[in-house]
């Protein structure tokens, strides 16, 4: 459905930050879609220089930017005036390690979008739970939550930006 170059046309990431090669379904709240693991990766030369596995954080990250994917494509033609960020890990199992040349499918779903009640404006909290497997094998599962950010009201508390 989506390959690596539309990916990036949609989320702002880019090698070798960017770990969802593909995109092979999309509705409402539901995305499917896989990164390819390399031998050559950049994160397997240190982690762990005996046992080779691809760290959590990076498989947490790939979650998060599948469901980023996700939720922009649900927000429309509008999410390019936000930012997506981290917000909060709710849970996270590790179950089994991820080797270098595995392939993992990726799936999010989301639960449901929430106004931030906090503060008066366009910001809200996606809470999404994810799934990272290899084959049959079930790697990783998350919760977690997503804040969708007004860019200018956030470059502008911050003071950082282009």
């Known amino acids: 459905m989506l390959n ?3 990916i990036k046309e949609i989320i702002p990431y880019d090698e070798p930050f960017l770990f969802v090669d593909g995109v092979e ?3 409402e709240n539901k995305i499917s879609g896989f990164y390819q693991t390399s031998a050559e990766d950049y994160y397997f030369k240190g982690h762990f220089v005996d046992f080779k596995i691809m760290p959590g954080v990076l498989v947490v990250e790939a ?3 599948l469901s980023t994917i ?3 494509n ?3 033609e509008e999410h390019k005036k936000y930012h997506f960020l981290a917000y909060e890990v ?3 199992q590790f179950y089994k390690p991820i080797f270098p040349g595995d392939k993992i499918d990726l799936t999010s779903e989301i639960l449901g979008i929430y106004p931030d009640s906090k503060e008066k404006t366009d910001n ?3 809470r999404v739970k994810s799934r990272a497997l290899v084959g049959e094998d079930l790697k990783c599962e998350a919760r977690f939550s ?3 950010v007004n860019k200018k009201e956030f470059e502008k508390r911050y003071g950082r930006g282009k």
């Open 74 to 76: 649900k927000i429309g």
């Open 4 to 6: 690596k170059e539309q």
């Open 124 to 126: 809200k909290i996606a």
């Open 146 to 148: 997503v804040a969708i």
């Open 70 to 72: 996700l939720l922009r």
């Open 90 to 92: 709710r849970s996270c």
């Open 63 to 65: 979650l998060a930017q």
């Open 25 to 27: 379904e999309m509705s």
